[in-house]
T-cell receptor
């Protein structure tokens, strides 16, 4: 059974700092990995999708990497801003492609 | 605008009173799913559908029903809600192996 772990569970940084969020998964037979952000009481907003054949994806200040063989992904946020404060979730799409398995998230707080 | 729309956003109901949460997507996606999100348990899949008239159970299907009569719609039915179904519910859609898009969520309270 696929298990997805995100460390740390919570992170607080001063504005302007670069930071890395981690995601690990136990079964490397994945189709893709997706990073989301979730604001309190709100829905999930897709940030980046990395297909299993890719090593990284970039969008603005965000860069996500994928190392399928080691079962790890990182989300790098450059020059963090208070507006980046949210919970960040990673999810892997299993080999059957029918569902996403989510990590428990990292709650990020960027202090002004 | 590409989106997944859920209704209602908030719902308070009593034990045993049947309810339906609607979900609609405008992206012509084949895959649609329902998830529930609970503190300490994260997001868990309830049901999924790979196309019209094709549905299957996810990890926590007990107490729920779904149907997929049209490609764009995937309603979630609770025929006899119980307090342990109090949760935040999300509908999602995607192409096979594609980017998943989520609705804004439905916060359900069963008293």
């Amino acid at each position: 059974k696929q298990e997805v772990t995100q460390i740390p569970a919570a992170l607080s940084v001063p504005e302007g700092e670069n930071l890395v969020l981690n995601c690990s998964f136990t079964d490397s037979a994945i189709y893709n990995l997706q990073w989301f952000r979730q604001d309190p009481g709100k829905g999930l907003t897709s940030l980046l999708l990395i297909q299993s054949s890719q090593r990284e994806q970039t969008s603005g200040r965000l860069n996500a990497s994928l190392d399928k063989s080691s079962g790890r992904s990182t989300l790098y946020i450059a020059a963090s801003q208070p507006g980046d404060s949210a919970t960040y979730l990673c999810a892997v799409r299993r080999g059957s492609a029918r569902q996403l398995t989510f990590g428990s998230g990292t709650q990020l707080t960027v202090l002004p | 605008e590409a989106q997944v729309t859920q209704n209602p956003r908030y719902l308070i109901t009593v034990t045993g009173k049947k309810l339906t949460v609607t979900c609609s997507q405008n992206m012509n996606h084949e895959y649609m799913s329902w998830y529930r999100q609970d503190p300490g348990l994260g997001l868990r899949q309830i049901y999924y559908s790979m196309n019209v008239e094709v549905t299957d159970k996810g990890d926590v299907p007990e107490g729920y029903k779904v149907s997929r009569k049209e490609k764009r719609n995937f309603p979630l039915i609770l025929e006899s809600p119980s307090p342990n179904q109090t949760s935040l519910y999300f509908c999602a859609s995607s192409f096979p192996q594609g980017e998943a898009f989520f609705g804004q969520g439905t916060r359900l309270t069963v008293v």
